[in-house]
């Protein structure tokens, strides 16, 4: 009889105890509900999303930026039916830097509900890196204090990415390595936001949020992302895309670009001609439009530039730069890399809607 009470007591304690502790007090409740960077806050797509394979022989490279969750994406269809054998995606690939799109990890599962993003995912093999609003602020950089919750959200949606940096790598920039040995490409998808010094504001930046001045002190990639690009470019391969979220070459706009700090644009540059690798092209996005860009680097040759952006947030003002290649195009658009391997050339084209081709260069390597 004693055995039986002693016993009951035991089974009644039990199960108050579990009853505590799995039920979330109220403030734990409000937290879980009100911040936007809550540890639980993390989501891991369920997309079967298609992996590189290594030894491919690229032809068809196709890349873009901007993608905002909330909005039809009809470009979608277009990229789908471009056939491409890789996709880069160049920041902004979800918008969650004000706060009706917070948290990160909500947008992600967004993106994952338009279908023909979604079955782009699972077709073709793609490679990311951010720009500030997937980052978490716009225009944000080391300061920016949701860096590493950002950092983390991009690490559980982009699962390669996990698998292609050390995890303590202060970033995301990773580059890869693709095709058999006569031709391979190299990706290279810099981390402009992470390590980036704070900009230098105007007058006019601070009524309108742009037009920045030269920060000639300041640094984008941090010394330890400059010596690892140093070594990506010292490795062999026949063809590079460098991938930057902001614009490189040109210098006019009074936006976000490397020109907002001179001496590292121009440490890039040097980079070039330190390493003497001639097959670079270099890629970005960020700014609502597409455009080509070319200069010419003493001792080097010529440098292009593609801007691809935006998948479905176009602007509505004229954009020029005295390195543009005929005319800068402010719709939906995207970019596409054919590469003629016996020819040595690669036919880019930045195209729109219905796969219209709006401006296009060919670059030999």
Same mark, same amino acid.
């Given at each position: 009889?004693?055995?039986?009470?002693?016993?009951?007591?035991?089974?009644?304690?039990?199960?108050?105890?579990?009853?505590?502790?799995?039920?979330?007090?109220?403030?734990? &409740?409000?937290?879980? @509900?009100?911040?936007p960077f809550s540890p639980? @806050?993390?989501?891991?797509? +369920?997309?079967?999303?298609?992996?590189?394979?290594?030894?491919?022989?690229?032809?068809?490279?196709?890349?873009?930026?901007?993608?905002?969750?909330?909005l039809p994406a009809p470009?979608?269809?277009?990229?789908?039916?471009?056939?491409? /054998?890789?996709?880069?995606?160049?920041?902004? %690939?979800?918008?969650?830097?004000?706060?009706? +799109?917070?948290?990160?990890?909500?947008?992600?599962?967004?993106?994952?509900? %338009?279908? /023909?993003? #979604? &079955?782009?995912?699972?077709?073709?093999?793609?490679?990311?890196?951010?720009?500030?609003?997937?980052?978490?602020?716009?225009?944000?950089?080391? /300061?920016?204090?949701?860096?590493?919750?950002?950092?983390?959200?991009?690490?559980?949606?982009?699962?390669?990415?996990?698998n292609s940096m050390p995890? /303590? +790598?202060?970033?995301?920039?990773?580059?890869?390595?693709?095709?058999?040995? !006569?031709?391979?490409?190299?990706?290279?998808?810099?981390?402009?936001?992470?390590? *980036?010094?704070?900009?230098?504001?105007?007058?006019? @930046? +601070?009524?309108?949020?742009?037009?920045?001045?030269?920060?000639?002190?300041?640094?984008?990639?941090? =010394?330890?992302?400059?010596?690892?690009?140093?070594?990506?470019?010292?490795?062999?391969?026949?063809? *590079?895309?460098?991938?930057?979220?902001?614009?490189?070459? $040109?210098?006019?706009?009074?936006?976000?670009?490397?020109?907002?700090?001179? #001496? =590292?644009?121009?440490?890039?540059?040097?980079?070039?001609?330190?390493?003497?690798?001639?097959?670079?092209?270099?890629?970005?996005?960020?700014?609502?439009?597409?455009?080509?860009?070319?200069?010419?680097? #003493?001792?080097?040759?010529?440098?292009?530039?593609?801007?691809?952006?935006?998948? !479905? *947030?176009?602007?509505?003002?004229?954009?020029?730069?005295?390195?543009?290649?005929?005319?800068?195009?402010?719709?939906? %658009?995207?970019?596409?890399?054919?590469?003629?391997?016996?020819?040595?050339?690669? $036919?880019?084209?930045?195209?729109?809607?219905? !796969?219209?081709?709006?401006?296009?260069?060919?670059?030999?390597?």
């Amino acid at each position: 009889m004693k055995l039986n009470i002693l016993l009951a007591l035991l089974l009644l304690t039990a199960c108050s105890t579990s009853h505590i502790d799995s039920t979330p007090t109220m403030s734990a &409740k409000k937290t879980e @509900a009100t911040s936007p960077f809550s540890p639980t @806050a993390s989501y891991q797509s +369920q997309v079967p999303a298609r992996g590189l394979d290594y030894g491919q022989v690229l032809e068809r490279i196709s890349f873009s930026s901007c993608f905002n969750q909330d909005l039809p994406a009809p470009l979608w269809k277009d990229i789908l039916d471009s056939k491409s /054998d890789l996709f880069l995606f160049m920041g902004d %690939n979800i918008y969650g830097s004000s706060p009706h +799109q917070k948290p990160l990890s909500d947008q992600y599962r967004k993106a994952d509900q %338009n279908l /023909d993003y #979604k &079955k782009l995912r699972e077709t073709v093999p793609i490679l990311a890196t951010w720009d500030d609003h997937d980052y978490g602020e716009r225009d944000g950089g080391s /300061d920016w204090g949701g860096k590493d919750n950002a950092r983390r959200d991009f690490l559980n949606y982009w699962s390669y990415a996990r698998n292609s940096m050390p995890l /303590d +790598q202060p970033g995301i920039y990773h580059s890869k390595m693709i095709g058999p040995k !006569n031709k391979v490409v190299q990706v290279i998808m810099l981390d402009t936001r992470y390590n *980036r010094s704070p900009l230098k504001q105007s007058e006019n @930046a +601070q009524q309108s949020g742009r037009d920045y001045l030269p920060n000639q002190d300041g640094t984008i990639l941090g =010394e330890a992302q400059w010596n690892w690009l140093e070594l990506q470019l010292k490795k062999p391969a026949k063809l *590079r895309f460098v991938v930057s979220s902001i614009q490189l070459i $040109a210098d006019e706009p009074p936006f976000e670009k490397w020109s907002n700090f001179p #001496k =590292e644009r121009q440490r890039f540059f040097e980079l070039l001609q330190k390493t003497r690798v001639k097959n670079v092209i270099v890629l970005s996005g960020d700014r609502h439009m597409g455009s080509i860009s070319k200069m010419e680097l #003493k001792g080097w040759g010529s440098l292009h530039e593609i801007t691809a952006s935006s998948i !479905n *947030r176009p602007n509505s003002y004229t954009d020029q730069d005295r390195h543009y290649i005929g005319e800068a195009f402010n719709g939906v %658009n995207y970019g596409l890399a054919q590469i003629d391997w016996q020819k040595k050339k690669v $036919a880019i084209e930045l195209r729109t809607s219905e !796969n219209k081709a709006v401006n296009q260069v060919e670059i030999f390597f």
